[in-house]
């Protein structure tokens, strides 16, 4: 059975860092690209960050400089690290895996909240 758990969320002031991190089970994480994304309040689900099966990564322009997705293999686990909160950063954060081998389905996590606020 597939299970992507996310934790780390929470209520950070503007300027904090916060650091999630989503468990992955069910499956071989080590071939999946990870992802974080984002959906706030009356918006779309926006992807944050990617990282390959190599460790390659990518960014959302509006995080870029701010937050670092990295993954742990033998962990089967990956990461965001979010500094230089911003109040425009709250939103629920949701974990991705996705097989760029062999493509869909891809699996999703129930989400954490994290709010941005003084």
């Known amino acids: 059975q597939v299970q992507l758990v996310e934790s780390g969320g929470g209520l950070v002031q503007p300027g904090g860092s916060l650091r999630l991190s989503c468990a992955a089970s069910g499956f071989i994480f080590s071939i999946y690209r990870m992802g974080w994304y984002r959906q706030a309040p009356g918006k779309q689900r926006e992807l944050v960050a990617l990282?390959?099966?190599?460790?390659?990564?990518n960014y959302a322009d509006s995080v870029k400089g701010r937050f670092t997705i990295s993954r742990d293999n033998a962990k089967n686990t990956v990461y965001l690290q979010m500094d230089s909160l911003k109040p425009e950063d709250t939103a629920v954060y949701y974990c991705n895996a996705y097989n760029t081998i062999v493509g869909a389905p891809d699996y999703w996590g129930q989400g954490t909240q994290v709010t941005v606020s003084s």
């Open positions: 990282i390959t099966r190599f460790g390659s990564t």
